[in-house]
């Protein structure tokens, strides 16, 4: 990275996410803006499971296997004098708290819909996150090489469903096996593709003007159609405000086709052209610039046994301000303990390099041996605390045992690191049983697979007679001993030792919540919050 102020350096950096209903193709669209900013040079084919040849940011074995994204990968690499920090996300809902932690993270969202499907349930919850921070979103309609419904119903769905207004960008030529390309409705040109490549190609033939009769020589059946939408589009939609897009209440759109190339790159320049740079933070105490020449930051992410060979454990931390160096000296806010930063890396998927030089809107990795904790804050010393995204109280629960009990101090320790990391949530009973709690079904497969690969402990996984959990707050100590006596077979403790409270059904929580007014009991709780009391 070129040494050029503070200042200068976070001017060009932009920090996204890509977010998606599963298989709308956002793992692929990854790929592509790889790609395209020279990346990498071939795109892995997500589906095709029999080659050797899978996704760059699926680095999980169980990715490999199943074609889905369950962790969140971050990729930096430079474009047009750009450093771009692309962060995937999980797109299946059992995952969906991993998401809204990475959401935390970024400045602005590229919003995948599959052309075909239109907007799905996935979509809406995870732009009600990006609402919440009214996150600037990019929307890439994908897979218009597919039979697929119109574009001006498409859009009509988004509006009407998402509650955003669109300013479309891009217009397909014809869709499905007729998709010719994209009209450039600000640039006034048709930018034409070769479908079915996955190599790069910048020889595409670029067209200027609707009128232009090269249009009806090249698209006889298609180009009344084009003319007709353009003139339509231009007279009943709104025209791109970049104020509107910067504060969320209006979405660029761009058409394409992510596996074919088709309207990537007009994303990857959106982004550099209106997407912000690196925003002030909320630090509790004050508005944190990004300019400012203190370092500080937050980890939004834990991930363990990215490099099986090693065992090792990562923190995902976002700068905020200042300027990371080697062997950077920093405040553990939560600890109050003061750490160095030696070897911090930065990320290119599973290729991972040390880092010599971060500002606010990259994310480094630093080792951790259990210190750090999601939610955690890291400064130069001033108390700052940036917010993170809550824990959901779990809907399934399962109380787990080592098949061979000689294993039981492999499986307390794998279950508490991935606790840890977020990959599932864990509580300890009175009893000293162990009990998973989830969003999904699928984060226990993964756990259990975790755990088997990685810290080779073959489990059981027994039903447990749990409807749900609250976190609990007591007014004083003799509260608490009175509660926690009465209430023992219910009592257990997360991974950051905070009680927690295990009702059996709806009816059983009502009352007992009705029975102990003094006490307060959560459905949510911050990452790595140690709940206090009294």
């Given at each position: 990275m070129a040494e050029g102020s503070i200042a200068e350096e976070v001017r060009r950096?932009?920090?996204?996410?890509?977010?998606?209903?599963?298989?709308?193709?956002?793992?692929?669209?990854?790929?592509?803006?790889?790609?395209?900013?020279?990346?990498?040079?071939?795109?892995?084919?997500?589906?095709?499971?029999?080659?050797?040849?899978?996704?760059?940011?699926?680095?999980?074995?169980?990715?490999?296997?199943r074609g889905i994204s369950v962790t969140s990968s971050v990729m930096?690499?430079?474009?047009?004098?750009?450093?771009?920090?692309?962060?995937?996300?999980p797109g299946h809902q059992d995952f969906s708290e991993d998401t809204y932690r990475v959401l935390t993270a970024v400045d602005a969202v590229v919003m995948v819909i599959d052309a075909a499907k239109g907007v799905e349930a996935q979509t809406i919850k995870l732009l009600e996150v990006c609402r919440l921070r009214n996150t600037p979103i990019i929307t890439f309609v994908n897979k218009l090489d597919r039979e697929v419904r119109s574009p001006v119903e498409l859009l009509e769905e988004i509006e009407s469903v998402l509650h955003i207004d669109c300013a479309p960008v891009?217009?397909?030529?014809?869709?499905?096996?007729?998709?010719?390309?994209?009209?450039?409705?600000?640039?006034?040109?048709?930018?034409?593709?070769?479908?079915g490549e996955e190599r790069r190609t910048d020889d595409a033939e670029r067209i200027t003007g609707l009128d232009n009769p090269r249009l009806d020589e090249l698209f006889p059946d298609e180009v009344a159609a084009l003319r007709s939408d353009v003139e339509l589009i231009r007279g009943a939609s709104e025209p791109l405000s970049l104020e509107r897009f910067l504060a969320g209440t209006q979405s660029p759109v761009f058409f394409g086709s992510g596996i074919n190339n088709f309207g990537v790159q007009e994303v990857l320049q959106a982004l550099i052209d209106w997407a912000p740079p690196p925003q002030p933070r909320d630090g509790t105490l004050r508005e944190v610039q990004p300019t400012e020449p203190a370092f500080s930051g937050f980890v939004f992410k834990i991930q363990a046994n990215m490099d099986p060979k090693h065992r090792d454990r990562i923190a995902f931390f976002r700068v905020c301000s200042g300027r990371y160096s080697p062997g950077i000296k920093?405040?553990?806010?939560?600890?109050?303990?003061d750490m160095?930063?030696?070897?911090?890396?930065?990320?290119?998927?599973?290729?991972?390099?040390?880092?010599?030089?971060?500002?606010?809107?990259?994310?480094i990795g630093i080792h951790n041996h259990g210190q750090l904790q999601i939610g955690d804050t890291l400064t130069e010393g001033e108390a700052l605390s940036f917010r993170g995204i809550p824990y959901f109280a779990p809907e399934l629960f399962r109380i787990a045992r080592p098949r061979d009990p000689f294993k039981?101090?492999?499986?307390?320790?794998?279950?508490r690191e991935l606790g840890e990391e977020g990959a599932i949530q864990v509580f300890e009973t009175e009893t000293g049983n162990l009990l998973l709690g989830a969003v999904g079904v699928l984060q226990f497969e993964i756990v259990a697979q975790r755990l088997s690969?990685?810290?080779?402990?073959?489990?059981?996984?027994?039903?447990?007679?749990?409807?749900?959990?609250?976190?609990?707050?007591?007014?004083?100590?003799?509260?608490?001993?009175?509660?926690?006596?009465?209430q023992a077979a219910r009592m257990a403790r997360d991974v950051d030792d905070n009680p927690v409270y295990l009702s059996s059904?709806?009816?059983?929580?009502?009352?007992?919540?009705?029975?102990?007014?003094?006490?307060?009991?959560?459905?949510?709780?911050?990452?790595g919050q140690r709940i206090a009391q009294g």
């Open positions: 950096r932009r920090t996204f996410a890509i977010i998606s209903h599963p298989d709308a193709g956002k793992t692929t669209l990854t790929e592509k803006l790889l790609l395209f900013g020279g990346a990498i040079l071939l795109a892995g084919t997500v589906k095709a499971r029999k080659s050797a040849r899978h996704a760059t940011s699926d680095w999980m074995e169980v990715e490999k296997q930096q690499f430079e474009y047009a004098d750009h450093v771009i920090n692309l962060l995937d996300t891009t217009w397909p030529l014809g869709m499905g096996k007729a998709f010719r390309g994209v009209f450039h409705l600000l640039n006034d040109r048709l930018m034409r593709f070769t479908g920093v405040r553990h806010l939560r600890t109050g303990k160095k930063i030696g070897n911090a890396l930065t990320f290119m998927a599973n290729e991972r390099v040390a880092s010599e030089d971060a500002v606010a809107g990259d994310i039981s101090k492999q499986l307390y320790k794998g279950l690969t990685e810290y080779k402990v073959d489990a059981v996984y027994d039903a447990a007679d749990i409807h749900t959990a609250r976190w609990l707050i007591f007014p004083g100590e003799e509260v608490r001993k009175r509660f926690e006596r009465e059904n709806r009816y059983n929580l009502q009352v007992t919540e009705e029975r102990w007014p003094e006490v307060a009991f959560h459905a949510t709780r911050e990452h």
